[in-house]
């Protein structure tokens, strides 16, 4: 089972600065995990604390996981992931 | 470092901060890859609407990716309005900064400054922020 995961800049010092790469998981959990094994550190980047970083949105074919299953949604062969940095901010200091 | 950007484009972003005020607005420019030059300036929605925050939402900003992929673009300049503060990145901001390649702009029309408004770049990267000259071209 093969996913393409298509990597954001910022995260692409961890992937040897490619684009896209592959990884499997029969959940995005799973899929987070493989991908950490082959892109060192990548998973940190991606969860805190086992859930998914405020700062990251990754979508499922074009949905949000967060309007889907979270990381336990499932994967199927030929799906196509994208994680992208959230763009936001603001003069709040409460942080 | 430096930002060079348009008179036309710096009152457009001034004009949008007013007329979204009192919440904090938002939005991109647009260039073709690796040149650096902001062309095309794209006001986004604050899905947040609020006056201490702003965000893209979700599906506005899996779409201006890729329309930006379509079109051989980059994000050049990445833009929001501190309503009641000074244009300078906020701790939220740089937690959140995540486009090592973009300008940040940040511009404050608040009130003490009136008329008089500011419009100020910055890199963040690595939590790292770094002020920039603006060049403003007529």
């Known amino acids: 089972m093969t996913i393409e995961v298509r990597i954001p800049t910022i995260l692409r010092p961890y992937t040897k600065d490619q684009k896209s790469v592959e990884a499997a998981g029969t959940t995005l959990s799973a899929l987070i995990s493989d991908l950490d094994s082959q892109y060192a550190g990548l998973g940190e980047r991606l969860l805190e604390n086992g859930a998914l970083r405020r700062f990251i949105n990754i979508y499922i074919n074009d949905e949000d996981v967060r309007f889907l299953g979270g990381l336990e949604t499932p994967l199927k062969d030929g799906d196509s992931v994208t994680i992208l940095p959230a763009v936001a901010g603001g003069s709040t200091q409460a942080f | ?138």
């Open chain 2, 1 to 138: 470092m430096s930002l060079t950007i348009s008179r036309t484009m710096v009152d457009a972003i001034l004009e949008q901060s007013r007329a979204e005020y009192p919440d904090e607005c938002c939005g991109v420019i647009l260039g073709p890859i690796g040149r650096d030059t902001p062309q095309r300036l794209k006001p986004m929605i604050n899905a947040a609407h609020s006056p201490t925050f702003y965000e893209f939402d979700p599906k506005d900003l899996l779409a201006l990716y890729r329309e930006v992929d379509d079109k051989d673009e980059e994000i050049v300049v990445i833009y929001h309005s501190h309503t009641e503060t000074e244009a300078r990145p906020s701790r939220t901001d740089i937690a959140y900064a995540g486009e090592p390649g973009a300008h940040y702009v940040l511009v404050s029309t608040r009130k003490e400054i009136a008329p008089a408004t500011e419009f100020r770049s910055f890199r963040i990267i690595d939590g790292v922020v770094t002020e920039e000259e603006v060049s403003i071209t007529e």
